[in-house]
Each structure stands twice: as C-alpha cells, then as structure tokens.
C-alpha cells in the first residue's frame, strides 16, 4: 500500500514537472513549487500512514487491510474501535466491510444508550453520539 502511493505520487509529480516544463518561467516556477509542496505533503502522510500501522501492529491490532501481514490481527473499526474481523480470517470485501463497520457504529450506539460499561479494546475513545 504504502509503495503503491508513493510510486503514484511519484508518476504524478513527474507529470506535473514534464507539464510546466512547457509554460512560461514565471508560471513554471510558481507551478514547481507547488507540486515540490505537494510532493513533500504526500511524503509526510506516507510516512504518517507508516508508523500508525506499526503502532497498531505493536497494539496487536489494525484498522486496515493492507496485505497478507495484516492477517495475525484483529481489524478493528476506526470509529468505536470494535472489532470487525477476527485474527486470523480472510480479509473483508468491500460490501462485508461497509456492513461490519455499519453494525460496529449501531451496536456502540447501543451500548451507550443501555448505559452499560462501555470499555473499548486498545484505548480506543468513545464514538460520538449522533
């Protein structure tokens, strides 16, 4: 994941640099350091994706599907922190993914109202009411 947004972001920023190659200086050099910015904002979140998901990893959890690493983890839903598939099983597909994020936020919602003890697994905060 994390090579596959580089290498885009990469391709991008090469196309924009071969495209103002072809105007005028002055827009040329306006044109270049807007893509260098742009090119050093996708760097910093690349790097901010990758020490989330080490810190998850250390956690013994993640948030997303990347790869076959991810497999050994519970993935947990970003919003309640609940846990939306198990360690172990096959990764969500799209639609399984979107219903088991949908019933995690209508089963925190249900928790909360019942005024239960909500503890939420690895220091996840409580969703929002809405």
């Given amino acids: 994941m994390f090579l596959f947004s580089f290498c885009g972001t990469l391709a991008l920023g090469l196309l924009l ?10 827009v040329a ?6 893509g260098v910015g742009l090119l050093l904002l996708a760097g910093i979140a690349s790097s901010m ?3 989330q998901s080490r810190r998850e990893q250390k956690a013994g959890y993640t948030t997303i599907w990347a790869d076959e690493s ?12 609940l846990i939306i598939r198990l360690a172990g099983d096959d990764p969500l597909t799209g639609p399984q993914s ?3 994020r949908a019933q995690a936020k209508q089963h925190a919602r249900e928790l909360r109202a019942s005024g239960a ?5 690895f220091g996840w905060i409580r ?3 809405r």
């Fill in 17 to 26: 640099l071969m495209l103002l190659n072809a105007l005028p200086r002055p």
């Fill in 29 to 34: 050099a306006v044109g270049s350091m807007i």
């Fill in 49 to 51: 994706f990758f020490v």
């Fill in 70 to 81: 991810r497999r050994p983890y519970n993935e947990v839903d970003p919003a309640t922190g």
């Fill in 98 to 100: 979107r219903r088991a």
């Fill in 117 to 121: 003890p909500y503890h939420l697994p």
């Fill in 127 to 129: 969703p929002w009411k």
